[in-house]
């Protein structure tokens, strides 16, 4: 699958970046492209508008917060949005984005990718449930992408709200449902934004979650 070269542009006009971060996207892309055959770590029919569907994608979420400096991505599989966000960290010099994915072969592409773009990352081999925790107080922005519903996700960073981590949470038309199934057992403050790049998508900004006593 080769990358088309108007869904680079495309992209970057909808989430503009440096020269130099562009250029460590661009590393970034060619490294997926390379490891993707062996590896699948994306989907393999997204590739072709690579840019726009993960590059801006990921690049619109560190643009809501893009002034706290420490970041977790749960379930980051090829690097969405996590290493994208550890690379615009990379331009400012500090921060870093912690990388929870489970999948061995996903997380030796994140390693390596990580090396070549030079992302400000951590990877951490290993099952959300079983690590979460410790991430409680350290982290400000919590950021998970096509990995769980809302309820999931909210059992799962139920500390991290706690204590003071916003959570971003890119969701595609279920959103509402979503928001209504969670609502039974959560009492959330959170706000929507429109993606830029799929209309038919929102990212859910959500400040505080709290367990309802009888669901
Ligand atoms: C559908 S992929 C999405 C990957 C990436 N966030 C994206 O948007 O392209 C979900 C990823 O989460 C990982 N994952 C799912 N459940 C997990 C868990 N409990 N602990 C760690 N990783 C998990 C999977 O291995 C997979 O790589």
């Not at 996207?25 to 569907?53: I, P, Y």
Request: glycine fraction near 6%; charge should be neutral; charged fraction near 25%.
């Amino acid at each position: 699958m080769t990358v088309d070269k108007s869904d680079r542009q495309h992209a970057l006009r909808l989430t503009p970046v440096s020269r130099e971060t562009e250029e460590r996207l661009a590393l970034l892309v060619a490294e997926l492209e390379r490891w993707q055959a062996a590896k699948n770590l994306v989907s393999s029919a997204t590739l072709a508008d690579v840019w726009t569907r993960h590059i801006a994608d990921s690049l619109q979420l560190f643009n809501l917060a893009a002034e706290r400096e420490r970041w977790l991505d749960l379930g980051s599989g090829g690097g969405f949005p996590g290493l994208v966000i550890g690379i615009c960290l990379a331009e400012r010099g500090a921060g870093q984005i912690d990388l929870v994915e489970s999948n061995a072969r996903k997380c030796a592409f994140l390693r390596h990718a990580a090396r070549v773009t030079g992302a400000r990352v951590k990877v951490h081999p290993a099952r959300i449930e079983q690590v979460v925790g410790s991430f409680a107080g350290n982290v400000e922005v919590v950021t998970a992408r096509a990995l769980a519903p809302l309820s999931q996700l909210l059992d799962w960073c139920e500390e991290l709200l706690r204590t003071g981590a916003l959570g971003l949470f890119p969701k595609g038309q279920h959103l509402d449902t979503e928001l209504t199934d969670s609502a039974r057992y959560w009492k959330i403050q959170a706000t929507t934004v429109s993606s830029v790049t799929d209309d038919a998508a929102r990212i859910l900004l959500v400040r505080s979650a709290e367990r309802r006593a009888d669901p």
